[in-house]
């Protein structure tokens, strides 16, 4: 707040302070911030939300055309679900000033599952995949396609997606929630055998 005081439009002291209220919100152990605890109008985590909201807003109005700026403002878009289509609309603008940004297109391909449009997550999800060429780099994207198949009930797709994301990140994220939701999808395919060997997998 004093950074901001004194720099008023310097973006970055914006999208700071917005990571402070994020980090209130992953953090339960530490002391409750000060605003949110000491209001009644909004639960303690959306007030949080709403908080790092503005002032990425803030900071994106500071510098409209830079990418970082925006991207923290979908972030924390991100947070309060009942923005849905706004972030959506927001990533796309990031992905207009970063075309090549393979993360990108997986956050806004996560964006549209989030709002419930997993045909136009799987495009996005394609495009991502042609820039990393099924690298290490692909996991994500691979676990994400796994999402929208079993949204559209395509689990035969769902699958094979979820085992190259583990293959390729069998330790990190997304390795561990692939490996999560493979039993899941092997008994919808009523492939019991499959499904009881994720089972074995997951220890």
């Not at 994106?60 to 309060?80: I, K, M, Q, W």
Request: proline share 6%; charged share 25%; aromatic share 10%.
């Amino acid at each position: 707040d004093r950074a901001i005081d004194l720099a008023p439009d310097v973006s970055l002291y914006h999208n700071h302070r917005a990571a402070v209220y994020l980090a209130y919100q992953r953090n339960k152990s530490v002391a409750p911030e000060r605003g949110c605890s000491s209001q009644e109008e909004l639960p303690y985590d959306v007030c949080l939300a709403v908080n790092s909201l503005q002032s990425n807003l803030e900071g994106n109005d500071r510098r409209p055309f830079y990418y970082r700026s925006r991207l923290a403002l979908a972030g924390s878009a991100y947070n309060l679900p009942q923005l849905s289509e706004e972030t959506v609309e927001i990533y796309q603008r990031v992905k207009a000033l970063v075309p090549r940004s393979w993360p990108i297109r997986n956050e806004l391909a996560d964006a549209y599952l989030v709002a419930g449009r997993p045909e136009e997550a799987l495009q996005e999800l394609s495009d991502s995949l042609a820039i990393t060429k099924d690298s290490f780099r692909s996991a994500g994207a691979h676990y994400l396609q796994g999402l929208a198949y079993q949204e559209l009930g395509d689990l035969e797709n769902a699958a094979p997606a979820f085992e190259r994301a583990l293959e390729l990140q069998p330790n990190n994220d997304p390795g561990p929630k692939a490996r999560a939701r493979l039993p899941q999808v092997y008994l919808g395919m009523d492939r019991f055998d499959l499904a009881g060997d994720a089972f074995f997998r997951l220890g």
